[in-house]
């Protein structure tokens, strides 16, 4: 069976660029936060944790809009709490089946294994259509076009089993 590590989802970044104190201050509503302001990030990179099982893409590079207007309110004073620091072994410990842990001489991050967000929904799909195919809750049409969507992907094709080969003859 596929082991469960942890019961919340993620923030995932959709952009790239530097990480922005106005963007994390928004984020940080979201969810703890596992950078700071100033930090390096690449779409696909895991930013914090949400409290909630699914991840959420999330952009922390957003700048804040400069204008010339004044107002009483516009300029409050950002406070972010401290990201969390993890060792190499917590991290590997955290992360989920769809996650690697990245580390290099100067930073441990977290990161997604497919990187583009329509790339990680479109497999998450076609992972929800083969379970069910497997469990046999869907029909016969529905296995052929999921069938041949894996075959066109060429990706390994497991649905194939000799009951299916059954069915066609």
């Known amino acids: 069976g596929e082991l469960v590590t942890r019961q919340t989802g993620t923030l995932v970044s959709m952009e790239n660029g530097n990480a922005m104190a106005y963007a994390l201050d928004m984020l940080q509503a979201r969810g703890s936060l596992f950078i700071s302001p100033g930090d390096k990030v690449y779409a696909g990179q895991v930013v914090g944790e949400n409290p909630r099982r699914d991840?959420?893409?999330?952009?922390?590079?957003?700048?804040?809009?400069?204008?010339?207007?004044?107002?009483?309110?516009?300029?409050?004073?950002?406070?972010?709490?401290?990201?969390?620091?993890?060792?190499?072994?917590?991290?590997?410990?955290?992360?989920?089946?769809?996650?690697?842990?990245?580390?290099?001489?100067?930073?441990?991050?977290?990161?997604?294994?497919?990187?583009?967000?329509?790339?990680?929904?479109?497999?998450?799909?076609?992972?929800?259509?083969?379970?069910?195919?497997?469990?046999?809750?869907?029909?016969y049409a529905e296995k052929r076009i999921v069938f041949d969507a894996q075959l066109y992907l060429a990706e390994p094709c497991l649905l194939y089993t000799s009951d299916a080969a059954d069915e066609r003859s």
């Open 55 to 139: 991840d959420l893409p999330v952009n922390p590079t957003k700048a804040k809009h400069l204008d010339n207007m004044r107002s009483s309110g516009a300029d409050k004073a950002i406070l972010l709490s401290p990201p969390i620091n993890f060792s190499i072994e917590r991290a590997i410990e955290y992360i989920a089946n769809d996650e690697l842990v990245e580390v290099t001489p100067n930073h441990l991050r977290f990161r997604k294994r497919i990187l583009d967000v329509n790339d990680r929904r479109k497999a998450t799909k076609r992972a929800r259509d083969t379970a069910a195919l497997i469990a046999g809750k869907v029909g």
